[in-house]
């Protein structure tokens, strides 16, 4: 049994256990059947809640007892993501990497309310579910699959306006924000006019226009600079010279 010393903040006391809502709701998005998943799911029988995150009510960060929560490092990427519809509300649990031995997790209602002790569920999805060949999580809708690796396979969901990676080996799907991949896309493609190449919400409409070896040129770039799985030194392309890299040092301002 874990004995916690007890600190008030923010209508809550902490360090304290998972509460047996939050903790089904984790689960949910983090399911058994994945490697990479089970691993975050055994993580949470040996955590707590250390503190209130820095993105307010229903941010969590979970850590060792006795450990002091950092809340000023920057945000780890996205690692599960689920929501769950309900009679009365609409739930969104988002589970980011752990580093440093903790784990920032977001379990929000729409109308910014606590999670009930019961809910009589309508309908839930997680992108975590999702295996090659599936339809979205989210809109049952088609999406695009680029093979990036044998065991990596970017996939482009229009009807939801996300992207995330698939991963075969760990079987987790990672979220990629759209506004650094597009970046390293026009870059690629020496797009200059700044209407298109500064407009990453034009992706999702206009993502036919560029070839699988384009996506996957531009993903091994993205994935040098804001690193979310291993890549082979040789499947990487050749560091840009020239005006290509004047585009990169203008991108990244």
């Known amino acids: 049994m874990i004995t916690l010393a007890m600190t008030e903040q923010a209508n809550d006391i902490f360090p304290r256990v998972l509460r047996e809502k939050e903790r089904e709701l984790l689960e949910f998005v983090l399911p058994m059947e994945a490697p990479g998943y ?21 941010n969590l ?18 690692i599960a993501y689920g929501v769950v519809e309900t009679t009365r509300d609409v739930f969104t649990i988002t589970v980011r990497a752990c ?23 309508k309908r839930r ?31 482009i ?25 597009y970046n390293e896309l026009m870059l690629h ?13 034009r992706f ?15 993903f091994i770039a993205y994935n040098r600079l804001k690193r979310r799985v291993e890549i082979a030194e040789e499947q990487e392309q050749p560091h840009p010279k020239g005006w290509r890299a004047v585009l990169r040092r203008f991108f990244k301002r």
């Open 38 to 58: 089970a691993s975050y799911r055994r993580l949470l029988d040996e955590m707590v809640v250390l503190a209130e995150g820095r993105r307010g009510k229903g």
């Open 61 to 78: 960060v979970l850590g060792r007892p006795g450990d002091r929560a950092d809340l000023s490092s920057p945000l780890p990427p996205v």
């Open 99 to 121: 580093v440093g031995d903790q784990i920032d997790v977001e379990i929000v209602s729409a109308h910014g309310e606590e999670i009930p002790d019961r809910v009589e569920k």
């Open 125 to 155: 999805w997680t992108y975590s579910s999702w295996k090659p060949g599936m339809p979205s999580p989210a809109s049952a809708a088609p999406v695009r699959e680029v093979h990036i690796l044998p065991t990596l396979t970017l996939v």
């Open 157 to 181: 969901a229009h009807h939801d306006r996300r992207v995330w990676l698939h991963d075969a080996t760990t079987r987790m799907n990672h979220l990629i924000p759209i506004t650094n991949f």
């Open 189 to 201: 493609k020496a797009v200059r006019d700044p209407h298109i190449a500064l407009d990453a919400n």
């Open 204 to 218: 999702f409409n206009e993502h036919r226009q560029y070839t699988d070896s384009d996506l996957r040129a531009a």
